[in-house]
C-alpha cells in the first residue's frame, strides 16, 4: 500500500467515528427518551436499561455506518481540498481514479461487516433483548401500567389504575374485570392498592361485585387482599422493532418460500439488507467527489450537503418500502432506485470531476 494510501485510511478514521456517533445518536434518540422516562417513573434499573440499549445498537449500527462513512469521507476530503492536499497529490501525477481506490476497498470492507452485523450480531442480540424485556415486565409489571387508561391485553383480564408510586412500588385506585366468557358480565374488582409478587398481582383492601346477565346484583363482598395471575403479561411487551427486521437473510428466505400470504413483506426486507450495506460503496466514492476540487469551492457546504443526501436517500428509501408493500410498485424497483440515483449521480460527478483533476 503507498504511502498517500495509507495516510488518506488513517486520516478517516475519527471523521468516520465522528459520523457514525451522530448518526447513532439521532437514531438513538425516540429509544433514549423512553429509558429515561422508565428509569424516573417506572423505577427501572439503569444497569437493565443500559442493557437494553446495548442489544438495540447493532441493528441500528447497520443503518448508520453508511452515514457516518459518507460524512467522514466528506469531512476528511473537505480538510485535503482546503489544505490543497488534493491538489499536490494531482500534481504529483495522483489520478482521481487512483485517489479513489483506498476508499473503494476501504468501504467495501466496511460493507462486509455491516452483512456480519446483520446476519451474525443482530438476530442474537435481538434473542437477547426479548429476554430481557420479558424479565423487566414480569418481575416490573408497573414498567408497563399507564395511569388513567384501561389495558386489557391480558387474556380475561381489564386493568385500570388511578396512580402509580414509583417510590414503593403499589399502584392505588384499582379496577378490574375480570371476563369468564362471551355473553356473561364480568366480575368487578375495585381495590386500594396493588403489588406485584412472582408474576401476580396481589390486590389489597377490595371490594367485588358480580352481576347477573340482566346486569343485576347478584354478589358483593369484600377481602383484605386476592391474588390475581397475570404471568401472560409480559409477554405483550412492546420492543420498538419488529422481528422481521432482525432476521438474517437466509431466514428470511426461508420464511419467503413458505410463506403464501406474506411473501412480499420477506422480499422487501431482503432486498432492503443487501441495498443498505451496498450503499457505503456508492456513498463512500460519492463522498470523495463531494468535497473534491477547488479549496474555494463547498466551503461550509459539506455538513449540509451530506444530511439532504443522507437524509434523502432515508426517505426515499422508507417511501419505496412503503409502496412496495402496499403492492403499488414493484419490489426490485422500489427498493433499488435510491441506490441507482446516487449511483447515477456518482457517475456523473466522477465523469466530471476526472476532467480537472
Known amino acids: 500500500m503507498k504511502v498517500f494510501e495509507k495516510y488518506i485510511l488513517k486520516e478517516l478514521k475519527f471523521p468516520i467515528l465522528l459520523g457514525i456517533s451522530i448518526f447513532t445518536f439521532i437514531f438513538l434518540i425516540e429509544i433514549i427518551v423512553t429509558m429515561m422516562e422508565s428509569i424516573i417513573v417506572n423505577s427501572v434499573s439503569i444497569f437493565d436499561m443500559m442493557r437494553m440499549l446495548s442489544f438495540y445498537l447493532p441493528a441500528i449500527l447497520v443503518q448508520t455506518i453508511p452515514m457516518g462513512v459518507f460524512l467522514g469521507i466528506m469531512i476528511t476530503f473537505s480538510k485535503f481540498t482546503k489544505n490543497s492536499e ?49 424479565k423487566i415486565a414480569t418481575e416490573n409489571p408497573i414498567f408497563q401500567m399507564k395511569e388513567k387508561i384501561f389495558m386489557d391485553d391480558m387474556e380475561e383480564f381489564s386493568i385500570y389504575v388511578n396512580e402509580k408510586d414509583k417510590t414503593t412500588g403499589f399502584v392505588k385506585g384499582v379496577l378490574i374485570f375480570q371476563q369468564e366468557k362471551e355473553g356473561v358480565y364480568p366480575l368487578i374488582l375495585l381495590g386500594k392498592k396493588a403489588l406485584w409478587e412472582n408474576n401476580a398481582m396481589i390486590l389489597k383492601e377490595a371490594e367485588f361485585f358480580k352481576f347477573k346477565n340482566k346486569g343485576d346484583l347478584e354478589l358483593k363482598g369484600k377481602f383484605s387482599e386476592k391474588t390475581i395471575p397475570l404471568s401472560s403479561y409480559g409477554n405483550n411487551f412492546k420492543i420498538k422493532m419488529k422481528d422481521i427486521e432482525m432476521m438474517e437473510i437466509s431466514k428470511l428466505f426461508t420464511e419467503y418460500k413458505k410463506n403464501t400470504v406474506d411473501k412480499i413483506k420477506y422480499l422487501v426486507e431482503i432486498n432492503k439488507k443487501i441495498a443498505i450495506p451496498i450503499s457505503t460503496i456508492i456513498l463512500g466514492v460519492l463522498g470523495v467527489l463531494f468535497a473534491s476540487g477547488h479549496h474555494r469551492t463547498g466551503k461550509g457546504t459539506n455538513f449540509p450537503l451530506s444530511l439532504f443526501v443522507i ?44 476532467r480537472v483533476m
Open 311 to 354: 437524509f434523502s436517500y432515508i426517505i426515499t428509501l422508507n417511501l419505496g418500502v412503503v409502496v412496495a408493500l402496499k403492492g403499488q410498485l414493484n419490489v426490485y424497483i422500489a427498493i433499488w432506485s435510491p441506490n441507482i440515483v446516487l449511483l447515477i449521480l456518482t457517475y456523473y460527478l466522477y465523469l466530471k470531476k476526472s
Open 86 to 134: 488534493t491538489l499536490a497529490l494531482t500534481s504529483m501525477g495522483i489520478s482521481l481514479k487512483r485517489m479513489l481506490r483506498p476508499i473503494i476497498l476501504f468501504t467495501f470492507l466496511i460493507t462486509l461487516f455491516i452483512f456480519f452485523l446483520q446476519e451474525k450480531i443482530v438476530p442474537k442480540s435481538f434473542e437477547k433483548l426479548q429476554q430481557l424485556t420479558h
